[in-house]
């Protein structure tokens, strides 16, 4: 039996990250995470003196790049060259250069590639940009969450303040989103979408078990869009 694929789609801190990640636990599902693929080539580029060079130059250089998936105390974790790319896949100087990666279709190729053989791993809840539009339109179930740039702003210093000391003006956070908003739905290739027959959740006002909820109703009730 093919494996069940759960797509979760939507603009940066909507959610979809942790909504994804509690969802995953709760169904028993492998948890992706596609936005930190995009992020760890990045670092592999910047880590290569590649930072800002010609598309043709990443291009040619993905065949030097690889990765390597596997499960640990079940969750997916992979590796880029052989080294662990978190925590500095987080780092401001990869979310500065990331959009730009992700806007190379050669690049995304290569990346729906490696998350399309993850189906190997059993069932996905995959989040992304566009992962019920182009890496599984087959998806079981497609979701998009959405929430008011504001609101994003602050949900993403929340996770800052965690993970990183680069981004602490929440209006410089709140800047960076909305370039990165619009660099993400403006590009030619595979730009953010909502996908035919995907469920939209404006999550501005709730909590993150609220979303869960949702989405657990309506699986539940079978109303699958693709199949
Ligand atoms: O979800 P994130 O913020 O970690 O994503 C990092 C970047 O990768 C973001 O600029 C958009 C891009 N991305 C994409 O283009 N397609 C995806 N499926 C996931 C992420």
Redesign the pocket.
């Known amino acids: 039996m093919s494996p069940l694929i759960i797509a979760i789609?939507g603009p940066?801190?909507s959610g979809?990250?942790t909504v994804s990640r509690k969802l995953a636990e709760r169904l028993g599902y492998v948890h992706v995470?596609?936005?930190?693929?995009?992020?760890a080539l990045t670092w592999q580029l910047i880590r290569d003196g590649l930072a800002g060079a010609a598309a043709e130059t990443i291009v040619r250089h993905l065949s030097k790049v690889t990765l390597h998936f596997f499960m640990e105390h079940g969750r997916l974790r992979f590796t880029v060259n052989a080294a662990d790319p978190e925590p500095a896949i987080r780092s401001l100087a990869v979310?500065e250069f990331?959009?730009a990666?992700?806007?190379i279709p050669e690049a995304?190729a290569w990346?729906n590639g490696h998350?399309r053989g993850l189906r190997r791993f059993g069932n996905l809840v995959m989040?992304?940009?566009?992962?019920g539009t182009v890496?599984f339109p087959q998806a079981t179930f497609k979701f998009y969450l959405d929430a008011e740039p504001q609101e994003r702003a602050r949900r993403r210093q929340r996770e800052q303040q965690f993970s990183s000391q680069d981004l602490t003006a929440s209006a410089e956070v709140e800047r960076a989103l909305l370039r990165?908003d619009e660099?993400?739905q403006s590009?030619p290739t595979?730009p953010?979408a909502l996908a035919p027959g995907a469920y939209r959740i404006e999550t501005t006002h709730l909590s993150v078990e609220d979303v869960i909820e949702r989405i657990l109703a309506i699986i539940s009730s079978g109303r699958n869009v693709c199949v």
């Open positions: 789609d940066a801190a979809k990250s995470e596609s936005g930190a693929v995009y992020r979310q990331v959009s990666v992700a806007a995304r990346v998350l989040e992304g940009r566009d992962i890496v990165r660099s993400d590009r595979a953010l």
